[in-house]
């Protein structure tokens, strides 16, 4: 026997349907215009988004979210009308002029008869942010490591892979960021090798710290170091 929510789902029309799930959901959603531009309906999580009510931002083109680059946004829309781009990242304005980060999924779709662009947004802003810092840290890394002559690496236990920074690549005169364990234990010389491995078992076993001098034959000079 049916459920009374199951016989309601069926007599109510996809559209209807798709419009609730459209209006209702927690992402940013906007229906487009591709041929004008023209933000045609715009979802509750949208118009948080964004700072104004549905009538002011359905009154809007999407190229006008685009700070300083309408261009961009008319580009995408093109591509994306022709499913020939699924997704962009770019910038775009919020009412208060603020300026945020986001990535949007697009997709043409037919609805009541009309072809439209379901673009669906996401604030990526704390992330591009992020991402920022950790550039700006691995910058100040590489010019602290060539002003002292020093580089750093780390081991992953797990694929025994070594990741090497500039300053360890330039060290060991290698040219590939990460090496695999085995072959990294051939830059020290014989004589040190057994030391190397017992600090290595006594990091891993009791959480020594891993502190030695050794001396080392570069990859591509020879010159012993």
């Known amino acids: 026997m049916k459920k009374e929510d199951d016989v309601h789902l069926e007599k109510e029309k996809p559209n209807e349907l798709f419009q609730k799930l459209f209006d209702f959901h927690t992402t940013v959603q906007l229906m487009i215009d591709p041929s004008t531009g023209r933000i045609v309906d715009a979802n509750r999580a949208a118009t948080d988004f964004y700072g104004c009510p549905k009538e002011q931002l359905t009154q809007m083109n999407a190229q006008e979210l685009a700070p300083g680059s309408p261009e961009k946004n008319k580009n995408w829309i093109e591509q994306a009308s022709k499913k020939e781009l699924k997704y962009v990242e770019l910038q775009q304005q919020l009412v208060n002029k603020s300026i945020r980060d986001v990535e949007v999924y697009m997709s043409p779709l037919e609805l009541n008869g009309s072809e439209l662009l ?6 990526i802003s704390n992330r591009k942010q992020a991402e ?9 890394l590489r010019q602290a490591e060539m002003a002292s002559k ?17 300053g360890a690549l330039r060290i060991y005169e290698v040219h590939q960021d990460h090496l695999d364990y085995s072959s990294v234990r051939q830059f020290p010389l014989p ?20 502190e030695v001098e050794f001396r080392i034959q570069a990859a591509d000079s020879g010159k012993i170091k």
């Open 150 to 166: 020093s580089g750093n690496w780390e081991l992953h236990l797990d694929s025994q892979e070594i990741f090497a920074s500039d």
């Open 118 to 123: 379901h673009a669906i947004v996401h604030d």
């Open 191 to 210: 004589e040190y090798r057994a030391m190397l491995d017992q600090a290595m078992n006594n990091l891993l076993r009791y959480g020594n710290k891993y």
């Open 132 to 140: 920022k810092i950790v550039a700006l840290n691995e910058a100040r």
